[in-house]
């Protein structure tokens, strides 16, 4: 709820400009809580009619922001994910002209999966990357390409991302829910409003010369797909379908969605909650999802 964003969170300093690489699902989120803020935020997206399209960037078509563009730039988040050669689509079409933009803070969307797999454990920013699967490796090789650079960056790393029209609310109305039961398989996530909301009190905290280069944004309660299915299915008034144990799931899977399965562990938020300060604005998928229920209605 942008409404909570602005409640928490400041401003950008008033002569900030921010521009938002892929302004997607949470890139557009990311940039409508910093308008909401009162900031200076433009979006890129690949085709000039999509909504937030303030600029036209696509990496593959060769179509990049002009030096002007790009020349007043002091706040750069890139929400796009590794093309299909594992190469930054941000970095490979600007590279170096990144650093000569005045940049005062940068962000990049990265993902959990380069913790790899963790036997079910807590893991925070101090255990080494050990990405299994090849995206995760793709992307661990994008973190190290943007760290890199000379530029006040930090690596925000994500586990699942839901919120309204993307949520287990969603792929049930849509019939779309496989009910995988494999007990002890846990899944972090975190809602878009969070995503924003720590975004903004991050690039506060860096004014005041606090920037750890990599940060967790999830919540607070890492579980298993099922019990958040039946809690979505409740609030929704549905019935689910009956649960179907992983042996036989796992053999009818893609080999995307199984090695989804292939690692477990739970992303710790310590360092964002307790070091730096920052109050969820849904702490569990039950808030987030009340919230996605509210939001569609
Ligand atoms: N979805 C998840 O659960 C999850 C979890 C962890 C991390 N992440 C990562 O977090 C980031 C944001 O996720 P999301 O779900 O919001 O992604 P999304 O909705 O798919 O948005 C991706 C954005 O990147 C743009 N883009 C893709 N390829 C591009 C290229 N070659 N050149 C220029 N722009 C390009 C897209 O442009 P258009 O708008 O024109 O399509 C879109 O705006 C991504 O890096 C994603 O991999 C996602």
């Given at each position: 709820?942008?409404?909570?964003?602005?409640?928490?969170?400041?401003?950008?300093?008033?002569?900030?400009?921010?521009?938002?690489?892929?302004?997607?699902?949470?890139?557009?989120?990311?940039?409508?809580?910093?308008?909401?803020?009162?900031?200076?935020?433009l979006?890129?997206?690949?085709?000039?009619?999509?909504?937030?399209?303030?600029?036209?960037?696509?990496?593959?078509?060769?179509?990049?922001?002009?030096?002007?563009d790009?020349?007043?730039?002091?706040?750069?988040?890139?929400?796009?994910?590794?093309?299909?050669n594992?190469?930054?689509?941000?970095?490979?079409?600007?590279?170096?002209?990144?650093?000569?933009?005045?940049?005062?803070?940068?962000?990049?969307?990265?993902?959990?999966?380069?913790?790899?797999?963790?036997?079910?454990?807590?893991?925070?920013?101090?255990?080494?990357?050990?990405?299994?699967?090849?995206?995760?490796?793709?992307?661990?090789?994008?973190?190290?390409?943007?760290?890199?650079?000379?530029?006040?960056?930090?690596?925000?790393?994500?586990?699942?991302?839901?919120?309204?029209?993307?949520?287990?609310?969603?792929?049930?109305?849509?019939?779309?829910?496989?009910?995988?039961?494999?007990?002890?398989?846990?899944?972090?996530?975190?809602?878009?409003?969070?995503?924003?909301?720590?975004?903004?009190?991050?690039?506060?905290?860096?004014?005041?010369?606090?920037?750890?280069?990599?940060?967790?944004?999830?919540?607070?309660?890492?579980?298993?797909?099922?019990?958040?299915?039946e809690?979505?299915?409740?609030?929704?008034?549905?019935?689910?379908?009956?649960?179907?144990?992983?042996?036989?799931?796992?053999?009818?899977?893609?080999?995307?969605?199984?090695?989804?399965?292939?690692?477990?562990?739970?992303?710790?938020?310590?360092?964002?909650?307790?070091?730096?300060?920052?109050?969820?604005?849904?702490?569990n998928?039950?808030?987030?999802?009340?919230?996605?229920?509210?939001?569609?209605?």
């Open positions: 709820m942008l409404k909570e964003i602005v409640k928490r969170s400041s401003s950008l300093p008033s002569n900030a400009k921010m521009l938002i690489f892929g302004c997607g699902f949470t890139g557009r989120h990311i940039a409508a809580a910093g308008k909401a803020l009162g900031a200076n935020v979006c890129t997206r690949r085709q000039s009619h999509k909504e937030y399209a303030d600029i036209v960037f696509d990496s593959e078509m060769q179509i990049h922001p002009s030096n002007q790009l020349s007043t730039v002091s706040h750069l988040l890139s929400c796009i994910p590794p093309d299909k594992g190469e930054d689509p941000l970095l490979k079409a600007l590279g170096k002209q990144i650093e000569s933009m005045p940049l005062q803070w940068a962000g990049y969307l990265s993902t959990t999966g380069v913790y790899g797999d963790c036997a079910g454990n807590w893991v925070t920013e101090a255990n080494p990357p050990n990405p299994g699967q090849a995206r995760s490796k793709r992307r661990l090789a994008c973190e190290n390409a943007w760290r890199s650079l000379d530029i006040p960056l930090q690596i925000l790393r994500l586990p699942g991302i839901y919120g309204p029209g993307r949520s287990a609310l969603d792929s049930i109305k849509k019939g779309q829910i496989k009910m995988v039961d494999k007990p002890g398989q846990m899944f972090s996530r975190v809602h878009i409003d969070d995503i924003a909301g720590a975004i903004f009190h991050l690039i506060k905290l860096s004014e005041q010369g606090e920037r750890p280069s990599i940060i967790n944004i999830a919540d607070n309660l890492p579980t298993t797909n099922i019990e958040v299915l809690f979505a299915a409740s609030l929704l008034g549905n019935e689910l379908p009956p649960l179907e144990p992983f042996e036989i799931a796992a053999s009818k899977m893609s080999p995307m969605a199984l090695s989804f399965w292939q690692e477990n562990r739970k992303v710790s938020n310590q360092m964002l909650c307790q070091s730096m300060g920052y109050s969820l604005i849904h702490p998928y039950q808030s987030g999802l009340r919230d996605c229920l509210m939001q569609a209605s």
